[in-house]
């Protein structure tokens, strides 16, 4: 008899509601140890879960439950990170107001959560959108501007006249809106911004003391880009008081730089373009208005630009060099300005190339080089007193130089710009901000939460205010200090805002006085383990860091670094995909490698593709075949879950054929946690036939009552060796996280039970223990049924002892001149004498040394026995 998972899911998820299992009282034991374990803010779209999400959340479960029952005081929170651009892009659509959309999503995510059964705190459960949550977002920020790290600049957004609103940058296609096609282009617009370069130095160091995957501490690291150089200045002919500020971490260059380029946002532009060429540069100006920054760098592969007729003097050879202005170079980086040095810059070789411009190159190439611009070391040349230096001396001595004669002078300069921090959004956190006279100040705190107006209509407000500027009522308003007329900021805060500090509230999620207690976040902090995806690994990680620095500086925090340990889960992908190629003109089949861009490689012929079903493939060696044509390799491929590819798996399907605990067994059963793998229906069905191989183990399928065979006997050592290698294993698995390893433990020891005649209740019941934190709902109906009474949630944790562990004996296979010729039994002290008698009276052994001489005796103890007989 199958056992009944939906009973038995439905019982014990109602149970743990009821009895709050898995709450964490605010007053607690403080001298046991704690564990905050945390998976990263999930936003609750409208589309649900799909089996991608809960793969890292079931990781956080069972490390959860395994730490309470190890007598851990255990953190282990939910919540919804709920403000965000497709509930206000969804209102648009439909005129259902954001907050009715989100709290929808919010009850679908939830209800989806429970019928896994994750053993969530749902007292702490936290909602960006809730003015009791971003009343404490906007007393972050009021904290940030109250000590600088807050400020107003003009930023250039995308702007579309016939939609009339600002877009994101993923709504803007090739310059052209995604809705509708409509020209959009780059205004200039203030906007709030947080000074996190003051931290850049801080976050970098930061990286030194937590465990994270080390490819996400490098991506951070470059994404800071910390680089040591220099600032120098280049006078602009015919303009005395004017110079351009460039910075360089290759100042040991000067001498070849041929030509200057300013972005074509730089102030600079209309000062040194010329009459003649300032309908030429006007015009420039205006189709770089129309691309991203990503498309004006790495996205465009051919060099663009325009002579402004203005020129500056290179400050080390004194030579006029002309000033160009080319999209290649961004305003947000550095100075905005370059000098472009051809000879030893791919990009500016490129672009000296397009347009005939002068290559110097300062560094000599070997001999061998047949490249363009060279980025190896060697001496300097053409670079008048720096000639013969390599590149690490010449850059000291024209540090030096340029600061003694006041040109330029060292400096550190980070890749990080300054966080942009403002939406023209209505669906996010406003801020807590009037402008009185025309300047900016933050509400009185007792006057938070500033809370969003009730709009009728979403619309944009027709400007690149945005649509709170529609809401006239609230944006009128009095300063409370002044009694003066006062205006409200129209931006709203970004989605990051409410994800950067939740792991905080999740602590004392309910105060009304404070962000959060001293004592609780002095107890708890830091997170001891954050599970999320790798797409999170640069800009959330990053601005949370920052937060909680600041917070660490204004005393609300008492560690520097919110994460100590960080994991990834890997993407799960689609199912995997089968297709064999025919030849489009005979139909024969074309093997898999030899197809390429839609063509056999070997004959040139066009060939077309087909699906084919899993049942119709086999695998061989490394690839997969026809099963009825196994010459015919087929293209085996998963791809990256999406609704245009139809390919997503919906949990809540799989869940009510097979049960929350074969799913979560499944998810963990796939492969290591951090990798990349596949989904596959079939491996569900191969833990859920493992569950049920435990059910039947335990359960009488008549009566649902225990079997005759578990009973209070004594424990052989066979049973107490196989139970204790399990506990062992299992443990050390889920302290490494490496869970499908654990599980394949649990499936050993199964195996192994059902050859015994009697189950010790000594034995069965610390099984069920470590299966609970895998399969919770499965091993708390056995608890049940063996006579217990309260959950096994707070149960110790089994321990192993080692005493169980020695084998009482061991099988070891013997060969005769390197082949396996038989397998004997022996008694794991056994000595090596006694090892190779007994391996000489094996039957099958003895009959293959009958009649030759025995050169050789090898034994590896433990494990193999080689005769060499001739």
Same mark, same amino acid.
């Given at each position: 008899?199958?056992?009944?998972?939906?009973?038995?899911?439905?019982? @014990?998820?109602?149970?743990?509601?009821?009895?709050?299992?898995?709450?964490?009282?605010?007053?607690?034991?403080?001298?046991?140890?704690?564990?905050?374990?945390?998976?990263?803010?999930?936003?609750?779209?409208?589309?649900?879960?799909?089996?991608?999400?809960?793969? &890292?959340?079931?990781?956080?479960?069972?490390?959860?439950?395994?730490?309470?029952?190890?007598?851990?005081?255990?953190?282990?929170?939910?919540?919804?990170?709920?403000?965000?651009?497709?509930?206000?892009?969804?209102?648009?659509?439909?005129?259902?107001?954001?907050?009715?959309?989100?709290?929808?999503?919010?009850?679908?995510?939830?209800?989806?959560?429970?019928?896994?059964?994750?053993?969530?705190?749902?007292?702490?459960?936290?909602?960006?959108?809730?003015?009791?949550?971003?009343?404490?977002?906007?007393?972050?920020?009021?904290?940030?501007?109250?000590?600088?790290?807050?400020?107003?600049?003009?930023?250039?957004?995308?702007?579309?006249?016939?939609?009339?609103?600002?877009?994101?940058?993923?709504?803007?296609?090739?310059?052209?809106?995604?809705?509708? &096609?409509?020209?959009?282009?780059?205004?200039?617009?203030?906007?709030? =911004?947080? %000074?996190?370069? +003051?931290?850049?130095?801080?976050?970098?160091?930061?990286?030194?003391?937590?465990?994270?995957?080390?490819?996400?501490?490098?991506?951070?690291?470059?994404?800071?880009?910390?680089?040591?150089?220099?600032?120098?200045?280049?006078?602009?002919?015919?303009?005395?008081?004017?110079?351009?500020?460039?910075?360089?971490?290759?100042?040991?260059? #000067?001498?070849?730089?041929?030509?200057?380029?300013?972005?074509?946002?730089?102030?600079?532009?209309?000062?040194?373009?010329?009459?003649?060429?300032?309908?030429?540069?006007?015009?420039?100006?205006?189709?770089?208005?129309?691309?991203?920054?990503?498309? $004006?760098?790495? /996205?465009?592969?051919?060099?663009?630009?325009?002579?402004?007729?203005?020129?500056?003097?290179?400050?080390?050879?004194?030579?006029?060099?002309?000033? @160009?202005?080319?999209?290649?170079?961004?305003?947000?980086?550095?100075?905005?300005?370059?000098?472009?040095?051809?000879?030893?810059?791919?990009?500016?070789?490129?672009?000296?190339?397009?347009?005939?411009?002068?290559?110097?190159?300062?560094?000599?190439?070997?001999?061998?080089?047949?490249?363009?611009?060279?980025?190896?070391?060697?001496?300097?040349?053409?670079?008048?007193?720096?000639? &013969?230096?390599?590149?690490?001396?010449?850059?000291?001595?024209?540090?030096?130089?340029?600061?003694?004669?006041?040109?330029?002078?060292?400096?550190?300069?980070? %890749?990080?710009?300054?966080?942009?921090?403002?939406?023209?959004?209505?669906?996010?956190?406003?801020?807590?901000?009037?402008?009185?006279?025309?300047?900016?100040?933050? =509400?009185?705190?007792?006057?938070?939460?500033?809370?969003?107006?009730?709009?009728?209509?979403?619309?944009?407000?027709?400007?690149?205010?945005?649509?709170? +500027?529609?809401?006239?009522?609230? /944006?009128?308003?009095?300063?409370?200090?002044?009694?003066?007329?006062?205006?409200?900021?129209?931006?709203?805060?970004?989605?990051?805002?409410?994800?950067?500090?939740?792991?905080?509230?999740?602590?004392?999620?309910?105060?009304? !006085?404070?962000?959060?207690?001293?004592?609780?976040?002095?107890?708890?902090?830091? =997170?001891?383990?954050?599970?999320?995806?790798?797409?999170?690994?640069?800009?959330?990680?990053?601005?949370?860091?920052?937060?909680?620095?600041?917070?660490?500086?204004?005393?609300?925090?008492?560690?520097?670094?919110?994460?100590?340990?960080?994991?990834?889960?890997?993407?799960?992908?689609?199912?995997?995909?089968?297709?064999?190629?025919?030849?489009?003109?005979?139909? !024969?089949?074309?093997?898999?490698?030899?197809?390429?861009?839609?063509?056999?490689?070997?004959?040139?012929?066009?060939?077309?593709?087909?699906?084919?079903?899993?049942?119709? =493939?086999?695998?061989?060696?490394?690839?997969?075949?026809?099963?009825?044509?196994?010459?015919?390799?087929?293209?085996?491929?998963?791809?990256?879950?999406?609704?245009?590819?139809?390919?997503?798996?919906?949990?809540?399907?799989?869940?009510?054929?097979? !049960?929350?605990?074969?799913?979560?067994?499944?998810?963990?059963?796939?492969?290591?946690?951090?990798?990349?793998?596949?989904?596959?229906?079939?491996?569900?069905?191969?833990?859920?036939?493992?569950?049920?191989?435990?059910? $039947?183990?335990?359960?009488?399928?008549?009566?649902?009552?225990?079997? +005759?065979?578990?009973?209070?006997?004594?424990?052989?050592?066979?049973?107490?060796?196989?139970?204790?290698?399990?506990?062992?294993?299992?443990?050390?698995?889920?302290?490494?996280?490496?869970?499908?390893?654990?599980?394949?433990?649990?499936?050993?020891?199964?195996?192994?039970?059902?050859?015994?005649?009697?189950?010790?209740?000594?034995?069965?019941?610390?099984? #069920?223990?470590? /299966?609970?934190?895998?399969?919770?709902?499965?091993?708390?109906?056995?608890?049940?049924? /063996?006579?217990?009474?309260?959950?096994?949630?707070?149960?110790?944790?089994?321990?192993?002892?080692?005493?169980?562990?020695?084998?009482?004996?061991?099988?070891?296979?013997?060969?005769?001149?390197?082949?396996?010729?038989?397998?004997?039994?022996?008694?794991?002290?056994?000595?090596?004498?006694?090892?190779?008698?007994?391996?000489?009276?094996?039957?099958?052994?003895?009959?293959?040394?009958?009649?030759?001489?025995?050169?050789?005796?090898?034994?590896?103890?433990?494990?193999?026995?080689?005769?060499?007989?001739?």
């Amino acid at each position: 008899m199958a056992y009944p998972f939906k009973e038995i899911e439905k019982h @014990w998820q109602s149970y743990w509601d009821e009895h709050k299992t898995f709450r964490t009282p605010d007053e607690i034991d403080t001298s046991k140890p704690k564990y905050y374990v945390l998976d990263m803010f999930p936003y609750p779209s409208g589309a649900g879960l799909h089996v991608g999400h809960p793969e &890292g959340y079931t990781a956080t479960d069972i490390v959860a439950r395994y730490k309470r029952m190890n007598g851990f005081n255990v953190m282990h929170p939910i919540g919804w990170d709920a403000f965000g651009l497709p509930a206000e892009q969804y209102a648009l659509k439909t005129g259902t107001h954001p907050a009715v959309t989100t709290e929808r999503n919010i009850n679908r995510f939830r209800q989806q959560l429970k019928a896994l059964g994750f053993s969530y705190d749902w007292d702490r459960e936290v909602d960006t959108t809730d003015p009791n949550y971003y009343k404490w977002t906007q007393w972050i920020f009021w904290k940030l501007f109250e000590r600088g790290l807050a400020y107003q600049a003009e930023i250039p957004v995308w702007w579309c006249e016939a939609l009339g609103t600002t877009l994101a940058n993923e709504e803007v296609i090739d310059g052209k809106s995604e809705i509708g &096609g409509h020209p959009c282009e780059r205004r200039k617009l203030r906007q709030w =911004v947080l %000074k996190i370069t +003051a931290y850049a130095e801080r976050l970098l160091e930061g990286l030194g003391d937590v465990e994270w995957p080390t490819s996400t501490k490098e991506m951070q690291r470059n994404w800071i880009g910390r680089s040591e150089g220099a600032e120098m200045d280049f006078p602009v002919v015919g303009f005395p008081d004017e110079i351009i500020r460039v910075y360089t971490t290759r100042p040991d260059t #000067v001498f070849g730089a041929t030509y200057m380029v300013l972005a074509p946002e730089h102030r600079l532009v209309d000062i040194v373009t010329t009459q003649a060429q300032a309908e030429a540069v006007a015009q420039y100006r205006a189709q770089a208005a129309r691309k991203s920054d990503l498309e $004006r760098t790495e /996205l465009q592969k051919e060099k663009t630009g325009v002579f402004t007729g203005g020129y500056a003097v290179n400050p080390a050879n004194g030579e006029e060099i002309p000033i @160009w202005v080319a999209d290649y170079v961004l305003a947000s980086y550095g100075t905005g300005a370059i000098m472009a040095v051809p000879g030893q810059d791919e990009r500016d070789w490129e672009f000296a190339e397009v347009f005939d411009l002068p290559i110097i190159r300062t560094v000599q190439p070997p001999d061998d080089f047949e490249g363009k611009a060279y980025l190896g070391d060697g001496p300097a040349i053409n670079s008048g007193f720096l000639n &013969g230096l390599t590149i690490a001396d010449a850059k000291k001595k024209i540090i030096d130089w340029l600061e003694e004669n006041g040109k330029g002078e060292r400096k550190v300069n980070y %890749k990080l710009r300054d966080w942009l921090f403002s939406r023209q959004r209505y669906w996010g956190e406003p801020f807590p901000v009037l402008f009185v006279d025309g300047e900016a100040k933050t =509400v009185p705190e007792d006057h938070l939460p500033v809370t969003l107006p009730e709009l009728e209509a979403f619309k944009p407000s027709g400007s690149p205010e945005g649509p709170l +500027a529609l809401a006239v009522d609230w /944006l009128d308003t009095t300063d409370p200090e002044t009694g003066k007329p006062a205006r409200r900021e129209t931006n709203t805060m970004p989605q990051w805002a409410g994800s950067c500090w939740y792991y905080l509230r999740y602590l004392d999620p309910h105060n009304p !006085g404070q962000l959060v207690d001293p004592d609780k976040e002095k107890y708890w902090m830091p =997170v001891d383990l954050y599970v999320g995806g790798a797409e999170h690994a640069v800009l959330h990680l990053l601005y949370a860091r920052f937060w909680h620095m600041v917070l660490y500086d204004v005393g609300v925090v008492a560690s520097e670094e919110p994460f100590v340990k960080l994991i990834h889960q890997g993407m799960i992908l689609g199912e995997m995909e089968y297709t064999v190629f025919r030849d489009a003109k005979n139909k !024969g089949f074309v093997s898999a490698q030899f197809v390429r861009n839609g063509m056999d490689r070997r004959t040139g012929a066009e060939v077309e593709s087909e699906r084919v079903e899993e049942d119709d =493939v086999v695998k061989k060696g490394e690839f997969f075949v026809l099963k009825d044509n196994p010459e015919i390799r087929v293209d085996a491929r998963a791809y990256k879950m999406s609704k245009s590819r139809g390919n997503v798996i919906n949990p809540d399907v799989v869940v009510d054929k097979y !049960g929350a605990d074969a799913f979560r067994l499944y998810e963990m059963f796939m492969g290591p946690l951090e990798q990349v793998k596949p989904w596959s229906t079939r491996g569900v069905e191969g833990t859920y036939r493992f569950l049920n191989r435990v059910w $039947r183990l335990l359960i009488d399928g008549d009566d649902g009552g225990l079997k +005759a065979a578990v009973r209070d006997a004594e424990p052989s050592k066979d049973h107490l060796r196989v139970l204790h290698e399990t506990i062992k294993r299992v443990t050390a698995d889920i302290e490494g996280m490496r869970f499908n390893t654990a599980i394949a433990a649990m499936m050993e020891f199964v195996n192994a039970a059902n050859k015994w005649d009697v189950l010790p209740r000594a034995v069965v019941e610390p099984f #069920v223990l470590v /299966l609970s934190p895998f399969a919770p709902h499965l091993a708390e109906a056995l608890w049940q049924r /063996l006579g217990h009474t309260e959950t096994l949630a707070y149960e110790p944790w089994p321990e192993a002892v080692e005493d169980h562990l020695v084998k009482e004996s061991v099988k070891i296979a013997v060969q005769v001149n390197g082949k396996v010729r038989g397998t004997i039994e022996i008694p794991a002290d056994a000595d090596q004498a006694q090892v190779l008698e007994t391996a000489k009276q094996d039957g099958n052994v003895a009959r293959f040394l009958d009649g030759k001489t025995l050169r050789r005796e090898i034994y590896v103890p433990g494990r193999i026995v080689n005769f060499v007989a001739n």
